[in-house]
Antibody, heavy 119, light 107 residues
Framework: QVQLGQSGAEMKKPGASVKVSCKAS????????ISWVRQAPGQGPEWMGW????????NYAQKFQGRVTMTTDTSTNTAYMELRSLRSDDTAVYYC????????????WGQGTLVTVSS | DIQMTQPPSSLSASVGDRVTIPCRAS??????LNWYQQKPGKAPKLLIY???NLQSGVPSRFSGSGSGTDFTLTISSLQPEDFATYYC?????????FGGGTKVEIK
């Protein structure tokens, strides 16, 4: 079945970077894009951006422009999201989700990766 | 960004109840509205896409309606496994945005 498996929890200091991975299985990886969504404790989800696995095109939320990079590796069916210059308010669970395009629904989702930013 | 509003933030209901969950967009989003269910400690799960289309594998007691700015998720007969938080999400404008969620609790 279609699955997305994410890397484990991370603890980072303010100013550091984090790179979360998302390994896809059960479908043709290049036929879909990957969205990244984060959810701070007790809050609703927040969309960060989307990447086309087919051609690498990206669409980032303006809020994260300049601080986020999304990439894919088709040889391992893995997507990556790197967030730099971490702040305490970046503490959240980060999810990847399959999405054909920016304007389509997201399903399925990975299990989530908790990123904690604390000095 | 488009604001998605989901009042109330929580509601209490009993097994077997018909439950309706509203969602309002700050501007017209046509039918570009998706509904997700999230249980504690789990990832969101897609229930309804494009306002009224049932995602494969989702029980038929879930349905969605609406267009423009006002949308509704309906659970025709609430089951024990349906106690969760429900989020609406618009995908007409970039960035896609989510509502604050409605938590369905046991009465």
């Amino acid at each position: 079945q279609v699955q997305l498996g994410q890397s484990g929890a991370e603890m980072k200091k303010p100013g550091a970077s984090v790179k979360v991975s998302c390994k896809a299985s059960g479908y043709t990886f290049a036929s879909y894009g990957i969205s990244w969504v984060r959810q701070a404790p007790g809050q609703g989800p927040e969309w960060m951006g989307w990447i086309s696995v087919y051609n690498g095109n990206t669409n980032y939320a303006q809020k994260f422009q300049g601080r986020v990079t999304m990439t894919t590796d088709t040889s391992t069916n893995t997507a990556y999201m790197e967030l730099r210059s971490l702040r305490s308010d970046d503490t959240a669970v980060y999810y990847c989700a399959r999405a054909t395009n920016v304007d389509t629904a997201m399903e399925p989702w990975g299990q989530g990766t908790l990123v904690t930013v604390s000095s | 960004d488009i604001q998605m509003t989901q009042p109330p933030s929580s509601l209490s209901a009993s097994v077997g109840d018909r439950v309706t969950i509203p969602c309002r967009a700050s501007q017209s989003i046509s039918h570009y509205l998706n509904w997700y269910q999230q249980k504690p400690g789990k990832a969101p799960k897609l229930l309804i896409y494009a306002a009224s289309n049932l995602q494969s594998g989702v029980p038929s007691r879930f349905s969605g309606s609406g267009s423009g700015t006002d949308f509704t998720l309906t659970i025709s007969s609430l089951q024990p496994e349906d106690f969760a938080t429900y989020y609406c999400q618009q995908s007409y404008y970039t960035p896609p945005t989510f509502g604050g969620g409605t938590k369905v609790e046991i009465k």
